[in-house]
């Protein structure tokens, strides 16, 4: 009689299996909060990432409507070239705020968007199998 394929340790008493499933259920909890931190942890990233070029954006846009004020008391006192130039400055200045808050818009749309394949799913899964519904692998 040939003894190929038998694991004696696959043959566990109902009772050692038992034993173990805290210990199992603990290790899954585990798991799943590490996931929920990793997930939590990049989209905060995200977000800071994103706040941050907002306050950079609103920058620039302050400093473009300090230019366009001077681009209205010297277009007034002064001839045409002198608030040309700080005009073109002051559309450079507001080109750069478009383009960094565009940027952080995304990035906050990014940090911020609902993963229907992410933890919450894991989770809701895990409890269904613990509980013995719905389609889960055995």
Do not use: C
Not at 1 to 26: A, D, H, R, V
Not at 42 to 63: C, E, H, M, P, T
Not at 96 to 119: E, F, Q, S, W, Y
């Amino acid at each position: 009689m040939s003894n190929s394929g038998y694991n004696p340790k696959s043959k566990q008493s109902l009772f050692t299996l038992l034993s173990e499933l805290p210990g199992q259920i603990t290790a899954l909890i585990k798991a799943e909060i590490d996931a929920f931190k990793a997930d939590i942890s990049g989209k905060a990233k995200n977000v800071g990432i994103g706040l941050g070029l907002f306050i950079g954006a609103a920058v620039f846009a302050y400093f473009a409507v300090l230019v366009f004020i001077a681009v209205a008391v010297i277009a007034i006192d002064l001839a045409l070239p002198l608030w040309l130039s700080a005009l073109i400055v002051a559309v450079g200045l507001l080109l750069v705020a478009v383009i960094l808050a565009l940027i952080g818009l995304n990035r906050v749309k990014k940090g911020t968007r609902h993963d229907p394949d992410g933890v919450t799913a894991n989770l809701q899964k895990d409890v269904d199998a613990f509980k013995g519904v719905g389609d889960y692998d055995h």
